[in-house]
């Protein structure tokens, strides 16, 4: 029956640009822009990790970028330290905000007060905040020294900064400072979005607070607390500025992450084709790292229910 | 099993008072339904029964034990959701365990429940699967089953149809009559539908602004209205509920002129009406005849097969309504003489109260 019906004549009489190019002229526009700000770079810095271009120009080198990368000992602890890092750092941002998320979602006096008061380290510009971090870290006039030694607890000042191990975990918590808000405020979203019936009828079914917590709130924000784990990786994992107006990479290295190492070796030393190496190799990382999660993410909404 | 009694029950809000001194004792395994317009503070009589919402005042027994201040899982309580409240990432299965998981059921017995729930709402083939792969009638039917495991002496339902579409809510008045039937529970059921509340209530409470209007079998509620508003309420099509004035009162009752200057003399109490005075009849649209009394000119005809209802208006702009035989040879814009049958109408005071009838029917069931 379907096939018998012929195109109404007046549709075909019009005059028209050929479907094709109508549609790639619809398309032109968002592609130019997409291959100017992301493909473009992406291709050049590609091009670039196979030479040994500096200030002084460009020579084809081959894989020796790479196979330098490959042969130092102290790539391979940067790669470890920057996962480190990101593991460690994400984790704790995931529990302050769950944590904060469940505290705001409490029916308490004022929590839209508190929701505000959490923002700031979020809202105000990163280098501020990050600054009088390093200010409270300070050897000399730090807060943080000074309130540990009138407590007892250090008899000398200490440099939080200055010490291998204490700079690390000093620049960590720094870093989940800035980033735990967002999480937060993400967790509080899906957990206001979490139907108050499933609460009210596990409430008559007598489950209590933590039960209630654990087998409808956990699973029902599943899928916003992975997303948001991903995001977030991928935001430490590349995360500079606070590293860098903390340590800028030091103490002899121990807060170099990848992003920092690479900007190292291709902005401040002006080796561009060794730094976009290094560039590349981050890339690959995290696409790696995102299809392995973007796998993960699609079993959990399977398995939580979501459509 | 149990009875259900409240006791002055009073609820505000802030400076709005919600319901009033609600007193009512439900029989153990009856099936009342709480029926009244939006806002008529139905759902929230069934949400402090459920212990989810704190009575301003009052008390609630259950099974003659007072459980005002008790948790709602000490109360012997289930509800259904209007929403159904199912865990979407849970199985069916798990949903319905959900609340003997709660308990730390152990396993063996938690399955042997949770199957018996399943065979007696048909679920068996459905306990592996997800509430998002099932239609809106089988969730029902698992919130239900959630309910049905717990063993309560009461169970409450809070609007569970109003999700459906007409023909499944049809089908699942039957299916909880039947349930309530095989499971001899006593069970408190929320609707603002009239027709589920006719059709499945033993009994059906008829709340406005707060209030109880009125409390009885649906054949009472029909045939003996308290008020004009329950009168208004129950019935479907909606009763005609015409001014009149009160020409006389005398032995055999109150004779009235209604609009189009239609004198009828109904058979009911005059109570404290007097002549002159104005009252309302009320005549359900499906006691209406065609013969004379009141002349009506039909704007709107729906024939629905058996009956043909049919809209117009009184002399004097009155709307009127008649269930008339589905081959009534009437058009709209025609004339037609309907005729009021005294022993069924009914007359209402200025109050709303309704005078008595001397003639009402025997009521049946």
Redesign the interface.
């Known amino acids: 029956m379907a096939d018998t019906v012929a195109v109404p004549p007046r549709q075909a009489r019009r005059k028209v640009l050929p479907e094709g190019v109508f549609a790639w002229s619809l398309v032109a526009p968002a592609m130019l822009f997409i291959g100017i700000i992301v493909a473009w770079p992406l291709v050049e810095t590609f091009r670039l990790s196979f030479t040994d271009a500096g200030l002084g120009g460009e020579t084809y080198v081959g894989w020796s970028n790479y196979a330098e990368l490959f042969h130092s000992g102290k790539f391979y602890d940067i790669v470890y330290r920057t996962f480190y890092w990101m593991f460690l750092s994400v984790s704790l941002k995931l529990v302050m905000g769950l944590i904060g998320a469940s505290l705001l979602n409490a029916a308490v006096p004022g929590k839209a007060l508190f929701r505000v008061l959490v923002m700031p380290p979020w809202v105000i510009p990163i280098d501020f905040g990050v600054i009088g971090w390093k200010w409270l870290y300070n050897g000399y006039f730090g807060f943080l020294s000074g309130i540990l030694q009138r407590l007892g607890i250090i008899a000398d000042p200490i440099a939080l900064l200055a010490q291998k191990t204490s700079a690390f975990y000093a620049a960590i918590v720094t870093d989940v400072w800035v980033g735990t808000p967002m999480v937060t405020l993400f967790l509080l979203a899906a957990m206001q979005g979490v139907?108050r019936?499933?609460y009210?009828?596990?409430?008559?079914?007598?489950?209590g607070r933590w039960?209630r917590f654990r087998?409808?709130t956990i699973?029902?924000i599943?899928p916003v607390i992975v997303s948001m784990a991903l995001l977030s990786a991928i935001w430490t994992f590349n995360s500079f500025e606070i590293i860098w107006i903390l340590t800028e990479g030091g103490p002899r290295g121990a807060t170099t992450t990848l992003i920092i190492d690479t900007y190292k070796v291709a902005i401040s030393s002006q080796r561009f084709g060794e730094g976009a190496a290094r560039a590349v190799v981050i890339v690959g990382l995290l696409t790696a790292f995102s299809l392995l999660y973007l796998y993960f993410l699609n079993k959990v909404n399977k398995?939580?229910?979501?459509? | 099993m149990a009875t259900l009694d409240l006791n002055n029950i009073s609820k505000s809000f802030g400076n709005t008072r919600v319901l009033h001194d609600i007193d009512l004792a439900i029989r153990d395994k009856e099936f009342v339904v709480f029926v009244g317009p939006s806002g008529c503070g139905k759902s929230t009589l069934l949400r402090i029964i459920a212990g989810l919402e704190e009575a301003s005042a009052g008390k609630i027994v259950i099974g003659g034990t007072d459980v005002s201040n008790a948790h709602p899982v000490d109360r012997g309580i289930s509800m259904v959701f209007q929403s159904y409240a199912l865990y979407p990432h849970l199985t069916v299965f798990e949903n319905i365990a959900f609340p003997l998981r709660v308990q730390k059921l152990a396993d063996a017995d938690l399955r042997t429940r949770v199957g018996r729930a399943a065979e007696i709402l048909q679920l068996t083939d459905k306990l592996d699967l997800k509430p998002g792969q099932l239609s809106g009638g089988q969730r029902q039917r698992v919130a239900i089953g959630r309910s049905i495991v717990r063993n309560p002496k009461v169970f409450l339902f809070d609007e569970p149809l109003s999700n459906l579409d007409a023909a499944l809510r049809g089908d699942m008045r039957v299916e909880l009559s039947q349930l309530h039937r095989s499971l001899d529970a006593t069970m408190v059921y929320v609707t603002h539908d009239q027709v589920e509340a006719m059709t499945m209530a033993d009994r059906i409470v008829v709340l406005n602004k707060g209030r109880i209007e009125q409390f009885g079998t649906p054949m009472e509620l029909y045939h003996h209205p308290a008020t004009k508003f329950v009168a208004g309420f129950i019935g479907q099509p909606n009763m005609n509920l015409l001014p009149a004035t009160v020409k006389s009162v005398t032995s055999s009752g109150i004779t009235a002129v209604l609009p189009g200057d239609a004198v009828v003399t109904l058979p009911v109490e005059p109570g404290t009406v007097r002549q002159g005075d104005q009252i309302e009849v009320g005549i359900r649209p499906e006691d209406l005849v065609a013969a004379k009394g009141l002349r009506a000119t039909v704007q709107v005809m729906e024939r629905l097969g058996g009956v043909s209802i049919t809209y117009g208006v009184l002399p004097g702009g009155t709307r009127i309504c008649a269930a008339l035989p589905g081959d009534t040879p009437v058009r709209e814009g025609d004339t037609i003489d309907l005729g009021v049958p005294v022993d069924a109408a009914h007359a209402f005071d200025q109050s709303g109260a309704v005078l008595r009838r001397r003639n009402a029917p025997q009521i049946a069931g």
Do not use: F, N, T
Not at chain 1, 200 to 207: F, H, L, N, R, S
């Open positions: 139907s019936d499933l009210e009828a596990a409430w008559v079914d007598g489950a039960y087998r409808i699973p029902q599943m398995h939580y229910g979501a459509k």
